[in-house]
């Protein structure tokens, strides 16, 4: 009986343990610990090596690893493959660098935001929900078959695929798009 009662104290304790990490999404085929900042995390993701390079050459890295609390919507690399041929490459020029972090920037909240907390900003906003970047800009939430949707200053639109993916400083939500600011 002993036995039995330590199995099963084991067992759940193995289960609330998986449970625990299960609650953060894997992001690029890494996991994404909460005990880890947003830089320390985003690195392991192979789907935003190119965000981490445009963090990396804009300086920021320092920044996103700092106390926080930091909302991050961060673009795949897929998402910066939509830019015009040729962006990236320039915009990840030193010449360019100002224009690189208010770009990267404008997909920074000062804040721990969980897509709840989004949502709830809708909702109060009836449909619709500003929401100011440490770069200066304004996104603009909207919800849309139940996913959050932010429209930029220069009117593209990214959807957050992967939503809530808890950090040490704040919270990510990949966005299929680079957000721009009105240039």
């Known amino acids: 009986m002993k036995k039995l009662a330590l199995t099963l104290a084991v067992s759940l304790a193995a289960m609330t343990a998986g449970a625990a990490f299960a609650e953060n999404p894997m992001v690029g085929g890494a996991p994404m610990l909460e005990t880890k900042n947003i830089v320390e995390n985003a690195v392991n993701s192979k789907d935003h090596t190119t965000l981490v390079a445009a963090v990396k050459a804009a300086g920021l890295v320092d920044t996103l690893e700092g106390k926080g609390p930091f909302t991050v919507f961060a673009p795949t690399n897929e998402a910066f493959a939509k830019l015009p041929a040729g962006t990236v490459d320039t915009l990840l020029k030193p010449e360019n660098k100002a224009t690189l972090v208010k770009i990267l920037t404008c997909h920074v909240v000062a804040a721990d935001a969980m897509a709840a907390d989004v949502e709830g900003m809708i909702k109060k906003g009836g449909g619709k929900a500003e929401i100011k970047t440490v770069g200066g800009c304004v996104l603009t939430a909207t919800e849309k078959d139940g996913k959050i949707m932010l ?22 939500h990949v966005v299929d798009a680079v957000l721009l600011p009105k240039m």
């Open 151 to 172: 429209t930029d200053e220069a009117g593209g639109t990214a959807t957050v695929t992967i939503a809530d993916v808890k950090q040490s400083n704040g919270v990510i």
